[in-house]
């Protein structure tokens, strides 16, 4: 079953949408750091060697992506269920379907704006975005 919003029922859900939003972002960034860190510690392993008999030097920084990683995918899936399209973490761009005049349209939301205030065809994407009319 498709799930259609009103502009009215997209703009009461944004403080939940930015909230959550908000905390895939900073998984993302915690999870570059993360691997970076990892990456550095391997290189310097290589170089160097210092390995110790039996143990993993890099298990807790894995153990700590996988974590991420799989609370950023419950994220991902709760935008999902709500029927809402997320299609840029890093801008923050995130669609809602909705019907406009009988036709299928996407509700277009950026991270920053205030409101739900621009739409745009379901082919045309985000250059495709035209302010909403009351």
């Known amino acids: 079953m498709k799930i259609y919003f009103t502009v009215a029922e997209a703009n009461a859900m944004l403080p939940l949408v930015k909230l959550e939003l908000e905390k895939l972002q900073s998984i993302k960034q915690q999870y570059r750091d993360k691997y970076e860190e990892l990456q550095q510690l391997k290189d310097y392993h290589k170089k160097h060697g210092n390995l110790q008999p039996n143990s993993d030097p890099y298990f807790t920084l894995e153990c700590e992506m996988?974590?991420?990683?799989?609370?950023?995918?419950?994220?991902?899936s709760s935008f999902e269920l709500k029927g809402v399209q997320l299609k840029?973490?890093?801008?923050?761009?995130i669609d809602f379907p909705a019907l406009l005049d009988g036709q299928e349209v996407l509700l277009?939301?950026?991270?920053?704006e205030d409101s739900v205030a621009h739409y745009h065809g379901i082919q045309d994407g985000f250059l495709g975005r035209r302010k909403l009319t009351e």
Do not use: A, H, M, V
Request: glycine share 14%.
């Open 66 to 76: 996988d974590f991420l990683q799989l609370e950023g995918n419950t994220l991902l």
């Open 88 to 93: 840029d973490i890093d801008s923050g761009l």
């Open 108 to 112: 277009c939301w950026r991270q920053g």
